[in-house]
């Protein structure tokens, strides 16, 4: 029997607003605004019921890709129909390539604007 269910994955990020319409514009949904006087914090309502968060944090450090130290930390995989026109929407989003040279696997690797990593996948 399980303890608990998974809650909404969250981002750490310096501008909780900016990451959410990147995402906003790479999965659709909508942005909610969930801030207080203690917290900065983003929602993106994601079709089917998801939730994908953002929370201010000043002091951010993106990963490396690859994290040659462990500090990876975790990525996105981003199921996709074609990688190169998904490709082409990430970029004029704001996303930078960090590993997508080999056209011939089945991923590609970006990261987001706050430097977070994630996958294009035609899996």
């Known amino acids: 029997m399980a303890v608990a269910e998974l809650g909404p994955v969250v981002l750490d990020c ?21 801030s207080d006087e203690h917290d900065e914090w983003v929602d993106l309502n994601l079709p089917g019921g998801r939730t994908l ?3 201010g944090s000043p002091g951010h450090v993106p990963p490396k890709w690859p994290g040659d130290d ?4 975790f990525h996105l995989d981003l199921d996709v ?3 190169d026109a998904a ?5 004029e989003l704001g996303a930078k390539p960090l590993d997508a040279e080999d056209r011939a696997r ?4 970006y990261a987001d604007p ?3 990593p994630f996958c294009l996948c035609a899996c």
């Open 70 to 73: 462990g500090q990876q930390q």
């Open 14 to 34: 310096p501008d909780p607003h900016a990451l959410a319409r990147f995402y906003a514009g790479v999965l659709g949904g909508t942005v909610e605004d969930r």
């Open 53 to 55: 968060a953002f929370q």
């Open 114 to 116: 706050a430097g977070h």
């Open 87 to 91: 490709e082409k929407a990430v970029l």
């Open 106 to 109: 089945s991923f590609r690797v």
């Open 81 to 83: 129909k074609d990688l």
